[in-house]
C-alpha cells in the first residue's frame, strides 16, 4: 500500500482527501496546523501539529514512509509551502501544490496589493470603517491606524490580544452568503474591504461589495516555490494514478 500526506486545512483540501481514498492501493494521512478546535476533519488517518519545521518535516516523511505529497494548504500558508517544498526536495518524495485559482480583477475592480503593508498604506487613503477581511494573525501591519475602525472576523475567539485601537470582532466560519454579507455591510456601515486573494469561488463579500460600490483592498497570493501546481481535483487524482 502506498502512502500520501496531504497537508491541508482548507473544504478543497478535506474533499480532494476524501477523492483520495477511491484510488486503488494508496492510503490517506492528512495532516491540519491544529489552529482550530473544531476542524473539518475527512474520514482517514488524520494527524494535528507542526512537525517542528524542515528538519522535523524530513523525519515524519521518512518515520511514516510517505511516497507521495500534496500540499494543499491555504495559498497564503507560504511557510509551508516553502517547507515542504524543501523537504521533499531533499528526500526525492514526488510533491505538487494543489490550490484553487486565484479570483481574477475582471470579475470587478480593486486595487491590488502584494502585501499587508501596502494594504494598510493604502486604507490611510480611505474610508473611516473598513471590514478587514484576512483573519486574525497579521493585523499588526494595520496597528498604526489608530484613527480608523476595523471589523475582523475570525472562527473561534482569539486567544492573543488584537493589536487594532478600535475594532468589533465576529465569529463566523465560511463560506457565507450573499445575504448574510450584505447585512453585515449595512450594519456595520462598512466602507472600505480588504481581503486576501483565496481564490477559488468568488467569495460573496466580493459581489457584495460590488454591489454596494465599496472600495476594495486585494491582498494578492505569494510566489508559490517551485514546482507542479494544481487547480482540480481530478488533474490531481489523474496526477496520484500516474505516479510509477
Ligand atoms: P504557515 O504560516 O505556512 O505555517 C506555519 C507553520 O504551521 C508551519 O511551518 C507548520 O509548522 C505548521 N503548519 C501549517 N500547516 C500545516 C499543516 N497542514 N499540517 C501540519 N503543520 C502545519 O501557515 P498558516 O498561514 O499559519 O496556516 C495554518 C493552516 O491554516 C494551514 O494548514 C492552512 O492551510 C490553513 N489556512 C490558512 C489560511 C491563511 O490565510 N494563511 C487560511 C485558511 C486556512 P512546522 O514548521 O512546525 O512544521
Known sequence: MRRLLILGGTGEATKLAIETQKVTNLRTIYSLAGRTNAPNIPLCEFRTGGFGGINGLIRYLQDAKIDFVIDATHPFADQMASNVAKACTSTGIPRIKFCRPAWEPNHMP???????????????????????SIGINKLNAFSFLSQKWFLIRAIEIPIRKIPLANHDIILGRGPFTAIHEQNLFTKFGIEVLVSKNSGGVLASKLKVAERLQIPTIMIEQPLPPKGRILHSIEETLDWLRDQP
Open 110 to 132: 480593486w486595487i491590488s496589493v502584494p502585501t499587508y503593508s501596502e494594504a494598510a498604506n493604502q486604507i490611510s487613503l480611505m474610508g473611516q470603517r473598513v471590514f478587514l
